[in-house]
């Protein structure tokens, strides 16, 4: 089994900037794509941002520009550095990554969130 554990969330001030990270552990051969998604109260999870292995990245509409990812594949981790926050960013962030495990077995993994608090 693959195990994803997020870190860096916090309250902030509108404005301020955050950035989060995912560890990923286990008998990992290779994770081809890692992401970030956000839930908010009543609403549903939705993507923020993802990272290819080979450096492709994708954002919401609604974070580019202000959100940045990236990977260290060394050390199994992802990043979001999230500046100019807002108090609508507001959610609990999940890191999710899917790729091979040794053998070639496909896994597909979820964090278990951290909450990200916008407000003055």
């Known amino acids: 089994q693959v195990q994803l554990v997020e870190s860096g969330g916090g309250l902030v001030q509108p404005g301020g900037s955050l950035r989060l990270s995912c560890v990923a552990s286990g008998s990992i051969f290779s994770i081809r794509v890692m992401g970030w998604y956000r839930q908010a109260p009543g609403k549903q999870r939705e993507l923020v941002a993802l990272i290819t292995s080979g450096g492709n990245t994708n954002y919401a509409d609604s974070v580019k520009g202000r959100f940045t990812i990236s990977r260290d594949d060394a050390k199994n981790t992802v990043y979001l550095q999230m500046n100019s926050l807002k108090p609508e960013d507001t959610a609990v962030y999940y890191c999710?990554?899917?790729?091979?495990?040794?053998?070639?077995?496909?896994?597909?993994?979820w964090g278990q969130g951290t909450q990200v608090t916008v407000s003055s």
């Open positions: 999710n990554m899917h790729g091979l495990v040794g053998g070639g077995t496909y896994f597909g993994s």
